[in-house]
């Protein structure tokens, strides 16, 4: 038998894109025949791979790596929910947080180009998220990350693997803790009312504007006396007080005592949260919506044409 160079499996790597260690193993398997390796790696990686590709990750797991004030959280997605259990796709997560964590990389192409083997796969993160999608036979993909390094102490919460929290403070470390889970459960969108989006408070006034309108309308129906424009923009107005006190983590009452404010029990504890980050596995990514029937429908009509 040939002996396998490293600059076969090199070669075989550009032609197929395949995880290092198949390229090796297909090499092996094939006698150093390229064509032949070629044509394994396609039965067993490649059609696999690419079909993959184009499928919606919309599924999938959030993982924290905390280490004193360095840290990442990572959400990692896969096409659907059986695959979250499986141990080869959560020791992924969990080892792209922890590279994360170390490493802080700059953006998901460097993320991506760490180093990193499991199991046969290797020896970068995006090979074995490669050699992975060939395993298990789905698509797989690293959505997005965010680090830390150090300048405050970290605290995080995980609410199973679907949503993730990761708080930046000083002061009490159980506080710190109370306030991510809170955070999971209250969804907050910034940390005060001024840090509130300038897009979502728009969004806000037009929704209770638009109320306001229909209000108009109803009132006017019953031969009501229509508002003064004051009085409407005052109502406009109140709404959104409200919305951006509902919205921002200081002004929501704490999940574990309502008669306390996040901010109020905060200091209550000389502790200061500085910031947070929160992530929803597959927030914001349209989910295909199978048709049943019309699937059926599909196969009955294949099958006539048998």
């Known amino acids: ?19 290092m260690m198949e390229c090796k193993k297909a090499l092996t398997e094939a006698d150093g025949n390229m064509d032949k390796a070629e044509e394994l790696l396609r039965v067993k990686l490649g059609n696999k791979a ?18 004193g004030g360095k840290g990442a959280l990572v959400e990692v997605n896969c096409e659907t929910d059986f695959v979250t ?4 796709f959560l020791a ?54 965010r680090c830390y390094d150090g300048a405050v102490n970290l605290a995080s919460y995980l609410h199973g693997t679907r949503i993730g929290v990761v708080v ?6 159980t506080a710190a803790k109370d306030v991510a889970m809170h955070i999971a459960a209250m969804k907050p969108v910034a940390l005060t009312s001024a840090d509130v989006p300038a897009e979502l408070i728009e969004k806000e006034r037009a929704v209770a504007a638009g109320k306001a309108a229909e209000d108009a309308k109803t009132a006017e129906a019953a031969g ?3 508002q003064s424009a004051e009085i409407v923009a005052k109502r406009i107005d109140g709404s959104v007080q409200k919305y951006l006190k509902e919205v921002s983590l200081f002004n929501q009452s704490f999940v574990k005592n309502d008669k306390q404010t996040v901010e109020q029990m905060l200091k209550s504890v000389g502790t200061v949260v500085s910031g947070f980050a929160m992530f929803v596995v597959g927030e914001g990514i349209e989910k295909k919506q199978d048709d049943f029937a019309a699937e059926v429908a599909a196969q009955v009509a294949a099958a006539k044409g048998q």
């Open 224 to 226: 009501k006396p229509a």
């Open 168 to 173: 930046e403070y000083t002061g009490d470390a």
């Open 1 to 19: 038998m040939p002996a396998i160079t490293a600059s076969m499996v090199a070669e075989l790597r550009a032609k197929t894109d395949a995880p």
């Open 85 to 88: 259990k499986n141990d080869d």
């Open 50 to 67: 690419s079909k993959a590709a184009s499928r919606v990750t919309a599924e999938g797991i959030v993982a924290a790596a905390i280490d």
């Open 92 to 145: 992924f997560g969990q080892a792209v947080a922890r590279l994360a964590a170390e490493n802080t990389p700059a953006d998901l192409a460097a993320l991506s180009a760490l180093p990193l083997t499991q199991g046969d796969f290797g020896p970068t993160v995006e090979d074995v998220r490669k050699g992975l999608i060939g395993k298990i036979g789905e698509n797989m993909s690293i959505r997005r990350f």
